[in-house]
């Protein structure tokens, strides 16, 4: 048995109606009943649902971005560190760094050579050279 919320079901009605044509007067009109009733809408329109735009993840910034790469070499020519430059081919330069620019960078060698412009593109790594105390020698007992 069918649940109504607080109201009796009215009387069953054919959807034709009783007049010939329909509700409207019209032969082959639309049927009669809630259905044909012009002015109500059938039901609400949805907009299409959206599909989410995947989150794409940024790629970690560059050296160039960040401004990092610059930011140590202007220290390490400011306080005149000591570095060692290993190269693509092993090769291993002591000196100073003196000039920094976007692709090449000039090292004023530790032992008083002419400066040398090295590019970035053929530089493996460089590191600051380890300083080394030298331990000031203890003066000898004198045995007597």
Request: glycine residues 14%.
């Amino acid at each position: 048995m069918p649940i109504f919320r607080g109201r009796k079901p009215s009387k069953k009605r054919s959807f034709g109606g009783s007049k010939p044509g329909g509700r409207f007067g019209k032969p082959g009109g639309k049927p009669g009943g809630r259905f044909g009733k012009p002015g109500l809408k059938r039901g609400k329109k949805r907009a299409p649902k959206r599909k989410k735009k995947p989150v794409k993840k940024l790629p970690p910034p560059s050296l160039d971005t960040t401004g990092m790469e610059g930011l140590y070499l202007k220290e390490l020519i400011e306080y005149e560190t000591p570095v060692v430059v290993v190269l693509n081919t092993g090769e291993k330069i002591r000196g100073f760094v003196r000039y920094y620019d976007r692709d090449v960078f000039s090292l004023g060698p530790a032992d008083g050579g002419p400066k040398m412009f090295l590019r970035k593109e053929s530089i493996r790594y460089l590191y600051e050279e380890p300083e080394v105390e030298a331990e000031p020698e203890e003066p000898e007992e004198e045995e007597e």
